[in-house]
């Protein structure tokens, strides 16, 4: 077997992105009634114009469905061995797996399906996860990731500790992963978890320690809060773009590159000062990275939607370095380097 033909075996990439929107959008100026904030602050300083929101008729699963169709339109769903469920938390139901309805709405009836949940940082793992599966299991060939989010809908805009997450938005995204795809290729990647922060942001009620009941009902205890924002942010301002630029750097490098080498980053929706320090710290310009300020944040979702619109807007050529970055709750931070477009045979060490 010649070098070309393992290579082709042993390269896994990405072969094609979807996304979905539900169609109702949320301005700023609409968002500036609900929270008191004025809307020019909302637009400059926390970088949002606007967001789509879903109604109560869709759900985190049917958005992930409408970004996976987006792709298996022109890809065979039988073909597609492994479904991935990596978006919100936030689903139809609190205890429930949506990976095997959207396995079955899809018609991909020779997948396996489960779940991944790492909150906002699980598109990189999900990548890393998806080249894990394909280089350990000889007998898979196309892992389809996919990714709803409905969390919109668990801001409590009365709760002053929460409302400024107001940038929540609803949507699908989804990226089929095969093997032997030699453009487009995942490289390394790096994940850092602090778990001091395991219990600062979360929903209250519906869990264990405090189930639902009329109480927590009437206490508005089912929507995210945040226990203390002024304690958390002293610990997590130091710490969360030092974070950033740490699993980015170590991603690329993992990747066999230089921080020099990157192209573009697909970061999650940030403030628009993070986002700054960010490119900062990366040594990057503003048009080197895709930033969601139509469309807010959608959980796990943003760094897939930046790569689609990379993609759609012409953004991407062959040999750039892209870097997916992402940061969730709880606190992990995570980034997965992809060279696009080109046969790419670096081996991340």
Known sequence: MNQQTVQRQTAIGIAATGVFFPPQVETADALAEKTGIPADVIRDKF???????????M????????????????????????????GSPHKDYPV???????????????????????VSSCFPMALKVAKDML????????????????ESHIID???PRSRFMFNFADGGAAALVRR???????LGSCFITDGSFHNDVKVPAGGS?????EQTVRDRLHYIDVADPADMKVRLDPVSVPNFIRVVKKAVANSGHRVEDIDLLLPLHTKKSMFHEMLDGLGLKEEQAVYLDHHGHMSALDPCIGLHFAKQQGRLKGGDLVVTVSAGTGYTWAATVIQWGRESFVTPV
């Not at 299991?137 to 196309?142: K, L, P, R, T």
């Not at 320690?209 to 009941?213: E, F, H, I, R």
Request: aromatic share 6%.
């Open 96 to 118: 429930w797996s949506s990976a095997p309805k959207i396995q079955h709405e899809l018609g991909a009836k020779n997948a396996y399906a489960f779940e991944m949940m790492n």
């Open 209 to 213: 320690v405090l189930p639902a009941s």
């Open 157 to 159: 805009y009365q709760n």
């Open 59 to 86: 759900h985190a699963s049917d958005m992930a469905i409408a970004a996976g169709r987006a792709i298996l339109k022109e890809v065979d769903p039988l073909s597609i061995d492994v479904v991935i469920y990596f």
């Open 47 to 57: 970088g949002l114009v606007q967001k789509h929101v879903s109604d109560s008729t």
């Open 135 to 150: 280089t350990a299991d000889a007998s898979i060939e196309n892992i389809l990731l996919v990714g709803g989010c409905k």
């Open 180 to 186: 032997g795809n030699l453009t487009n290729q995942i």
